[in-house]
């Protein structure tokens, strides 16, 4: 009896995997077109913004059984850019954070999110990239992040710089999100996501329906700061989410 509701418990995760991969592809094939002619240019962000938020992220947040619920202790002001930061545990993040803010953003992240089939296809036309592993990529992140802030757009860096071992509650940040707000004059905006690690884990047979939380922490103004206050910067703000964490996990 036990070998069976444990077989039964693996099948409903393998079908709750498949719901989430099938909520991700549908609407991108349904609303393809309008996709891609959103990507055509870069003025046209903003539009491609609006889908991916309200046609592609809350559908796929809402038919996972994952209803959103967003804490504000400071609130995003419209047309204003700033460098929109969280800690990195599930593919939902990128979902949530796309609820979170109204504000249009783009998102840095690694190269090889290319790979995954259909996202992966409009992920390196709007998105920032950045290879690791080579110095001039890194470089470029900033030259093209300028960019995007002068056409009025926010930044989102999940700065673990990719996801953490479960057993790990939030691992170092990197520099780069810290340094670049510090560069372009631009407030970080730390959140908390305390749900999706449970609701849809990167480890296979786990996860479930249940309301994801997120918490916006008061903003860091980065104005004053030079770029040898980046370590500082990024430890006051890890210090803030993981005191959030810390505080969920008793």
Not at 42 to 57: C, G, H, N, S, V
């Amino acid at each position: 009896m036990i070998l069976f509701l444990n077989l039964l418990k693996k099948i409903g995760f393998i079908l709750y995997r498949i719901w989430f991969y099938i909520l991700v592809a549908l609407p991108i094939f349904v609303f393809f077109p309008f996709l891609l002619i959103t990507t055509l240019s870069e003025k046209w962000y903003p539009q491609f913004f609006w889908l991916a938020r309200d046609l592609w992220a809350t559908p796929i947040l809402y038919g996972m059984g994952c209803p959103p619920k967003i804490l504000w202790e400071q609130k995003l002001v419209r047309g204003k850019s700033y460098m929109l930061i969280a800690n990195h545990t599930s593919m939902l993040d990128i979902m949530l954070m796309l609820y979170v803010s109204k504000n249009p953003f783009v998102f840095v992240g690694k190269k090889e999110l290319v790979k995954i089939p259909v996202f992966g296809f409009f992920y390196k036309r709007v998105c920032i990239m950045v290879d690791r592993e080579d110095t001039r990529s890194r470089t470029g992140v900033y030259r093209r992040a300028q960019r995007r802030l002068n056409q009025g757009l926010s930044i989102c860096i999940f700065p673990e710089g990719g996801v953490p071992d479960e057993d790990i509650i939030l691992d170092d940040f990197k520099d780069g999100a810290f340094k670049m707000a510090i560069a372009h004059n631009i407030p970080v905006v730390p959140m908390t996501f305390y749900d999706n690690k449970k609701r849809f884990s990167f480890s296979f047979f786990s996860g479930g329906p249940g309301i994801v939380r997120a918490k916006v922490h008061e903003f860091f103004e980065a104005g004053l700061l030079a770029e040898e206050d980046k370590s500082t910067l990024r430890e006051e703000v890890r210090a803030v989410i993981l005191k959030e964490l810390n505080a969920e996990a008793f």
